[in-house]
């Protein structure tokens, strides 16, 4: 019999998944414990059995990566009739075929967008909107399809549920939304949530189409149940038509796409709907050691994001660390350096990830990276230098910089300026989406302006040069090299080595989640990034933004069951600044410039002064033949470094603050040179 033989590989829970072929079924599958095995075996089984015909078989997934997977996992296991498709996959297929036999017309175009239909949905409400407010615009309409509003109602429904887009009124969206609806159907087109609700119209109002549908499709799997819409749970029912053969798998731990019109509910009242229910849970975590998944369990445990309860099946590992930080460069420079320590004892850097809440994060890991010539993808996102926002703002600083209109006002003041005509302000926006982002971006070249504005010969001028140094840095090739992403984006993926940063208050959770729902979307969204890691999990925070900046920040409030007794005592507590010390006379440090070369500007030079001297006309002339500033080179305070410890050998230039790989290898056999 070939059933038995699949399942052989599979422990007693997914065995137990595997051979509930009838009735209504829920898994609920905690974090690394083989869903996609047992969902694609309980498959397989049914059709080696003869319980399932192939093609009466619908396997539902949320993106078109997991159903190609799936539909791989069933090739190989002799199970490739299989329908494996997102439901938007499975609900084209079926309006294509349909509709025209039904309405006699062709079906309406697909848009790929929905920014030019609003672009005339908001001239037509003479709404000014760029294109950030058209895109928070583009998700509100979409949560609002999926979550079965009516323009008519939206207003009042999105004022109940607390939502808002860039400071627009709920009446105005409203309006917008009614306005982009009658566009579309002037112009004889759908996007992608009618594609869910023309199809669901189908079936609720023909039932020649429903029968046809439910006599093809007898059988039903739905994976990431938890992320199901109140769209997608219409359209479900309505293919099943009052049938239970259902068998969902989800992990109410790893919903974080509630603001996107995502309910766990469906996934938690599962058995309350379908007496009868078999539920099995899915413990085994197969991809951490057993300290990741202590961790991860703490975070949750008493909390009413709590799902299965872990039980890890790997040796053990390293102990996870949490790791305060004086500030955002420092948290960067030692996680970088923590990744080459990784590369250099084999580690290979497509298995180490770096993950954070949010885009405008990654400037400072992209940096500190390619420092050390790193190289590193972004996922989910442009890298900092490539967005839209940023390389505008950068064309805009060096025209300022080339007019020479800014001669005599403080550089971060013009920076200020210039952003401040594309749209930011220092105050910052209140809701998410695209406005924020944008946002975020911006306030990053600010708080990069001020760093910088604390070095020698900071002026536009070279505040533009360094951004232009930065962005060419930045693009090394990206094979094999560090992810760097979201927690959003890091859903359903995996590396040997996990770095989750930025985990301070304000960020995580994030300043806008008010509500208890929202703020424990966020501890689900730290599970699922602490989750993410088989081998090594480290998790910091920063008490400040900029070098020399207050240390007004507290580690996350998620982190409390976690960290040591007396970390967490400090937690609430009154923080009090600490300032690094003058290691000639134990002065405070408070610029960047001196925190960085350890010393005070006016107290005597522990270095070699004549080395130094040597150092610093070699720097002119380098920078003369690559017509670059001299501090592009080296700054004074590397080089001053350079003259206290004489380093002679290419290891110990390496350990020199502010020299990475990329620049021992371009100027490292100059320098030794100078220095013998």
């Keep these: 019999m070939p059933g038995p033989d699949l399942l052989a590989a599979l422990d007693p829970e997914q065995r137990r998944v595997a051979e509930a072929l009838r009735g209504p079924v829920r898994v609920l599958a905690g974090a690394g414990t083989g869903k996609t095995r047992a969902i694609t075996h309980r498959i397989a089984h049914g059709v080696a059995t003869g319980v399932y015909a192939p093609t009466e078989v619908l396997a539902v997934t949320f993106t078109t990566r997991a159903a190609g997977e799936m539909r791989g996992r069933l090739r190989v296991l002799g199970a490739g009739g299989v329908q494996a498709r997102t439901f938007h996959s499975a609900a084209l297929r079926q309006l294509r075929y349909f509709w025209p036999r039904v309405h006699g017309t062709e079906l309406p175009t697909l848009t790929e967008s929905k920014i030019g239909l609003l672009a005339s949905a908001a001239r037509r409400q003479r709404l000014q909107a760029d294109q950030a407010l058209l895109r928070d615009l583009a998700s509100e309409v979409e949560w609002a399809k999926v979550s079965n509003v009516h323009p008519d109602d939206y207003a009042r429904i999105a004022r109940g549920r607390g939502r808002s887009v860039s400071g627009q009124d709920h009446e105005t969206v409203a309006r917008v939304f009614a306005s982009y609806e009658e566009v579309k159907r002037g112009q004889g087109r759908m996007d992608m949530e009618d594609v869910l609700l023309l199809t669901a119209g189908l079936l609720d109002e023909d039932p020649r189409v429903a029968a046809q549908i439910r006599q093809q499709y007898k059988w039903f799997v739905v994976d990431e149940f938890q992320?199901?819409?109140?769209?997608?749970?219409?359209?479900?029912?309505?293919?099943?038509?009052?049938?239970?053969?259902?068998?969902?798998?989800?992990?109410?731990?790893?919903?974080?796409?509630?603001?996107?019109?995502?309910?766990?509910?469906?996934?938690?009242?599962?058995?309350?709907?379908?007496?009868?229910?078999?539920?099995?849970?899915?413990?085994?975590?197969?991809?951490?050691?057993?300290?990741?998944?202590?961790?991860?369990?703490?975070?949750?445990?008493g909390t009413i994001s709590q799902g299965v309860e872990l039980r890890a099946q790997r040796p053990s590992g390293p102990t996870v660390s949490y790791t305060p930080r004086p500030d955002e460069v420092e948290e960067a420079e030692a996680v970088a350096a923590q990744v080459l320590r990784l590369r250099d004892a084999g580690r290979s850097l497509g298995e180490v990830a770096i993950l954070f809440r949010i885009n405008a994060q990654s400037e400072t890991f992209e940096e500190a990276l390619a420092a050390r010539g790193l190289p590193y993808v972004v996922r989910g996102a442009?890298?900092?230098?490539?967005?839209?926002?940023?390389?505008?703002?950068?064309?805009?600083?060096?025209?300022?910089?080339?007019?020479?209109?800014?001669?005599?006002?403080?550089?971060?003041e013009v920076v200020r300026g210039v952003l401040a005509g594309m749209g930011w302000t220092a105050e910052m926006p209140t809701t998410r989406g695209q406005t924020r982002d944008r946002w975020e971006s911006w306030e990053a070249l600010v708080a990069q302006a001020t760093d910088f504005a604390a070095t020698d010969g900071a002026d536009l001028n070279a505040f533009v040069d360094d951004l232009d140094r930065r962005a060419s840095e930045q693009h090394a090739p990206a094979a094999d090299g560090v992810t760097l992403a979201t927690f959003h984006a890091a859903k359903g993926l995996e590396w040997d080595s996990v770095f989750l940063c930025g985990l301070q208050d304000g960020t995580l959770p994030i300043t806008y989640a008010e509500s208890p729902a929202a703020i424990e979307e966020e501890r689900r969204l730290l599970y699922v990034g602490m989750t993410r890691a088989r081998i090594d999990l480290a998790l910091s925070w920063s008490a400040a933004r900029n070098p020399g900046g207050r240390a007004s920040r507290k580690p996350s409030r998620f982190l409390d069951p976690l960290l040591p007794d007396e970390a967490r005592a400090q937690r609430d507590q009154p923080r009090h600044r600490k300032i690094a010390g003058c290691r000639e006379c134990g002065r405070p440090l408070m610029t960047g410039a001196e925190k960085k070369r350890g010393r005070c500007v006016d107290c005597p030079a522990s270095y070699d002064e004549e080395l130094f001297e040597r150092l610093r006309e070699w720097r002119k002339e380098r920078a003369s033949e690559e017509s670059v500033p001299a501090f592009v080179v080296f700054t004074d305070a590397t080089l001053q470094?350079?003259?206290?410890?004489?380093?002679?050998?290419?290891?110990?230039?390496?350990?020199?603050?502010?020299?990475?790989?990329?620049?021992?290898?371009?100027?490292?056999?100059?320098?030794?040179?100078v220095v013998s």
């Excluded at 938690?268 to 998944?293: M, Q, W």
């Excluded at 805009?396 to 006002?409: F, H, K, N, P, W």
Aim: net charge negative; glycine share 8%.
């Design 382 to 412: 442009a890298r900092f230098f490539d967005r839209p926002e940023v390389r505008e703002a950068v064309t805009r600083l060096r025209g300022a910089a080339r007019s020479g209109e800014a001669d005599g006002t403080p550089m971060v």
């Design 227 to 301: 992320d199901v819409s109140p769209i997608q749970s219409a359209l479900l029912d309505l293919w099943l038509g009052g049938r239970d053969e259902i068998c969902v798998v989800g992990d109410p731990a790893q919903t974080i796409y509630s603001f996107a019109g995502a309910d766990a509910t469906y996934l938690r009242d599962f058995p309350a709907k379908f007496p009868g229910t078999t539920s099995i849970d899915l413990v085994r975590n197969y991809r951490s050691t057993p300290e990741v998944v202590d961790a991860a369990n703490t975070l949750l445990a």
């Design 641 to 673: 470094l350079i003259a206290e410890h004489k380093p002679t050998t290419p290891e110990a230039l390496l350990r020199i603050n502010g020299i990475g790989r990329s620049k021992l290898e371009r100027y490292g056999e100059d320098v030794l040179g």
